[in-house]
């Protein structure tokens, strides 16, 4: 059973920082991508950042400069490492592996407030 293990969610004020966690555990043969979304208000799941196998990795247009994402293959672990967040950051944040077939961790809250 795959299964996707979060942490690091939680509140943060405008201008602070936060570092999220993902563990990947179970029959994952090969992982082609590890990924962040996320779920603001009153909107669909979008993506947040994005890591390849290949070492390529994508952001938001919204988190350039902000967020970095990063993988660590050999654990089968990704990170998002959030800085100077903005109360528009929050939201529900999921991180997903893509292999031949797509998974999604349960979700963590992070909430940007003073």
């Known amino acids: 059973q795959v299964q996707l293990v979060e942490s690091g969610g939680g509140l943060v004020q405008p201008g602070g920082s936060l570092r999220l966690s993902c563990a990947a555990s179970g029959s994952i043969l090969s992982i082609h991508a590890m990924a962040w979304y996320r779920e603001v208000s009153g909107k669909e799941r979008e993506l947040v950042a994005r890591?390849?196998?290949?070492?390529?990795?994508e952001y938001a247009d919204s988190v350039k400069g902000r967020f970095t994402i990063s993988r660590d293959n050999a654990k089968n672990t990704v990170h998002l490492q959030m800085n100077n967040v903005k109360p528009e950051d929050t939201g529900v944040y999921y991180c997903n592996v893509l292999s031949i077939r797509s998974y999604w961790g349960q979700g963590t809250q992070v909430t940007v407030s003073s």
């Open positions: 890591d390849i196998s290949s070492g390529r990795t």
